[in-house]
């Protein structure tokens, strides 16, 4: 289709030859630049290069649903959902399933060595930390694919056959990930839960529990043979929860972030008797989804940081120039607690115990910004982007060039941010954007009831953002971003997770962001209670009644909203939103869903984004085992909707009791990478494989114990992924 007029375009493209988008770009006029710029969601400027627009057309044009403006079609017959068996009480399926045509392979899973001098996996466990800091994390989540091959902004070329993978590992899972396990006893047991008998912590399982988060960056490469990866790439790198980092923005160097400076090593954190500058951190915990910067770096977002803390004392030592019950108020509003989730680093790692170290939780939940380019750069904590537990960070770059990052803090009843940068986006000059997400204004939305929303602007001095409510500085406002929101009277949503935005393509030019509200059972219950405008409300512990825009009581099954920016640029303070779907089991308890009419059932949306021709990916995370609420939806899923129609198909089963998250294709459109998250979890350390023996079970690697992946999606014929 080469030489083809893109349908939906009204600025003529005339490629000729083998003409790559990055050519058009070098001739077209200053506006359609824009447009082009704003268009590609997969990685703005970092990834054009080898997007054919003939390759483009052909999804397009042969797409069987009609395509209206901005949608490429879906050309692909929905996978049956991967239900759960009775006679074993497992899914049908130990396997993850693509529509007909496509093919599916394991690229690289937890412990695959990914640097030099990396060991090979042992499938029984054995490793110590130092083999798990140069091996693939655990527990994948959001992850984005920077192109090689050329370095500065404008001259990058052949971008689809070998990348960088910067990949997330939110969590470990300590039955799996220690040959013993680990005991723990919840705060409302008892007994012991977990772990095989007498299985204790060590500073050992920990600093390899430490080492198993944070990012990967993995070098991979295109072969006549499927996609590999480069196991001793000079770029290969691990960036763990004990990594060096700077703090910048705002709050950088405030006295809420001079925690105990700790020697950290292998044995265990000396605490060295100084403290942290304020400039400095270790460490990225709990990352979540991500995002990534048009100036070509990765954002990895810290969601649940709280449960690595733990504060048995209920209690904290005195620090000099803060208040006491100013850091017990920001601990119980971000849910610390008493034990932690039970990783039970704070026994045997003293920068982890939030009583004798209350400042250090103060350093995480935020956003991180990594140059995967630069395998010897140090990661920054962007402090203007806000503290909270950041689900994902998704750019817009609007006709002006101005960028902001949209956001979520994925608790019951938090909030959907924005953050807006303070100057337009220098397209010619990469470091000219180095310091972007240092200055701009962070705002938080209020969703109203009759379609139309504001973004409150949380700005010290404004809104009740003053001394005598707690907020003596912008600094104080970052760290205490929830707080703020509570005092300017944000909206408490659904649970957001990852946002995506809509590609601007095909004549639809509007700012139109979707983000996804998994579920809330505390919402719509009596007594109604909402988060006080004090900031003194326990995380996730408020009542909510139901609102227009989180419509639902007990919402088990979640939904996804969508937004559009007034006048069409990210510096709108108001806009208008809708319901894009409710989530739910039609055949069982929901017949009459708002949007999902006639397409294929899901619940629990979590991950989501939209590919470069306007296809909406949508990921969930639901209890993976196909039984109670999921007894027809079955195992977790990725489905493919059209944003016009709302025409939605499944694309992919997963295994047993895994979740599905972290999207990203090659800029031609025709690999996809997905993760698979923790399957076979509720597995203990006696029997790893109770549940799952994935990836094994689909011919990747040794049999033993279930292994989080990233996998890649390929079409048989070669075409774009979604499209005919
Ligand atoms: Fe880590 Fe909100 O999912
Ligand atoms: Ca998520
Ligand atoms: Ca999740």
């Known amino acids: 289709m ?17 003409e790559s988008i990055r050519d058009v770009i070098e001739r077209v006029s200053m506006s359609r630049r824009r447009f082009i710029l704003t268009a590609a969601s997969t990685s703005v400027l970092t990834v054009m290069g080898e997007v054919s627009i003939g390759g483009f057309l052909h999804s397009v044009e042969a797409a069987p649903i009609p395509p209206g403006p901005g949608f490429g079609g879906i050309g692909f017959k929905s996978v049956p959902p991967n239900l759960n068996n009775p006679a074993t009480g497992l899914l049908e399926k130990d396997l993850v399933s693509v529509p007909e045509g496509y093919k599916v392979e394991v690229l690289v899973a937890w412990g695959d060595p990914i640097m030099p001098g990396a060991p090979n996996w042992r499938s029984d466990a054995s490793q110590d930390a130092a083999a798990q800091e140069k091996q693939f994390g655990m527990h994948t989540d959001g992850m984005h694919y920077f192109p090689l091959k050329e370095r500065s902004l404008f001259r990058r070329k052949q971008t689809s056959n070998r990348g960088l993978l910067c990949v997330n590992h939110e969590y470990t899972h300590e039955e799996i990930l220690h040959p013993d396990g680990l005991t723990f006893i919840p705060a409302t047991e008892t007994a012991p839960q977990f772990g095989l008998p007498g299985s204790q912590v060590t500073i050992e399982k920990v600093r390899k529990s430490q080492a198993a988060h944070g990012v990967s960056v993995v070098e ?62 270790y460490g990225t915990l709990n990352n979540c989804a991500h995002g990534y910067t048009p100036w070509g770096t990765y954002l990895t977002c810290e969601e649940n940081w709280n449960g ?3 504060n048995p004392t209920e209690d904290v030592v005195s620090i000099p120039g803060v208040e006491k019950s100013d850091i017990l108020t920001l601990q119980k509003r971000y849910g610390i607690s008493k034990t932690g989730f039970g990783y ?11 009583s004798t170290n209350p400042l250090e939780p103060h350093l995480f939940g935020w956003v991180v910004e990594i140059d995967p380019y630069n395998p010897q750069s140090t990661p920054l904590k962007r402090t203007a982007l806000g503290r909270f537990k950041h689900e994902s960070a998704q750019v817009v770059v609007d006709d002006n060039n101005y960028v902001a990052f949209y956001m979520g803090d994925d608790e019951r009843n938090e909030y959907i941010y924005k953050f807006v940068c303070a100057r337009p986006l220098n397209p010619f000059n990469r470091a000219a954007n180095s310091d972007m997400l240092d200055h701009g204004v962070l705002y938080v939305a209020k969703f109203k009831d009759d379609g139309t929303g504001e973004w409150l602007p949380l700005v010290y001095g404004q809104g009740g953002l003053t001394p005598e409510n707690g907020f003596r500085s912008q600094a104080e406002v970052l760290v205490k971003t929830r707080q703020a929101a509570d005092r300017v009277g944000a909206t408490m949503m659904d649970r957001p997770e990852w946002v995506a935005v809509r590609p601007r393509i095909g004549g639809y030019q509007e700012i139109e962001v979707y ?105 969930t995370d639901q209890a993976g085992d196909g039984l109670g609420d999921w007894k027809n939806i ?11 129609t709302k025409q939605i198909r499944r694309f992919l089963t997963s295994p047993m009791n895994c979740e599905v998250t972290g999207v990203i294709s090659t800029p031609d459109g025709k690999t996809m990478f997905v993760n698979i998250q923790h399957p076979g979890e509720d597995a203990v350390a006696s029997n790893p494989t109770k549940f799952s023996n994935w990836p094994h079970s689909q011919g990747y690697g040794p049999s033993g114990r279930p292994r989080s992946s990233t996998i890649v999606i390929t079409r048989k014929d070669g075409g774009i992924i979604g499209g005919l």
């Not at 409300?537 to 408020?542: C, V």
């Not at 739910?584 to 708002?594: I, M």
């Open 2 to 18: 080469k030489g083809s007029l893109h349908p939906k375009n009204n600025v003529t493209i005339n490629p000729s030859g083998n």
């Open 515 to 619: 983000c996804t509200l998994t579920n809330n059972n505390r919402r719509g219950a009596t007594p109604a209670s909402s988060n006080n405008p004090d900031g003194t409300t326990s995380a996730g512990s408020a009542r909510p009644p139901v609102d227009a825009a989180n419509p639902r009581p007990d919402n088990r099954y979640g939904h996804i909203i969508r937004w559009r920016e007034n006048g069409r640029t990210v510096q709108a303070t108001t806009f208008t939103w809708d319901l894009f779907v409710e989530c739910g089991d039609k055949l069982a308890s929901e017949p009459n869903l708002v949007g999902n009419i006639n397409g294929d059932d899901f619940g629990a949306p979590d991950g989501l984004w939209f590919d470069d021709f306007g296809r909406l990916w949508i990921q």
């Open 308 to 310: 690595y803390f733990a």
């Open 220 to 281: 991979i490469f295109k072969t006549g043979n499927g996609w590999k990866v480069n196991r001793n790439s000079s770029y290969g790198r691990r960036i763990t929860a004990n990594t060096e980092m700077y703090i910048s923005g705002p709050a950088a160097g405030d006295v809420l972030l001079k925690s105990k400076k700790f020697s950290l090593t292998p044995n265990g954190s000396i605490d060295t008797g100084t403290l942290n500058d304020g400039y400095t951190a």
């Open 344 to 354: 039970r680093w704070h026994e045997v790692d003293p920068r982890f115990d939030a």
């Open 634 to 644: 079955g195992s977790n899923v990725m489905m493919c909707a059209d944003p016009n």
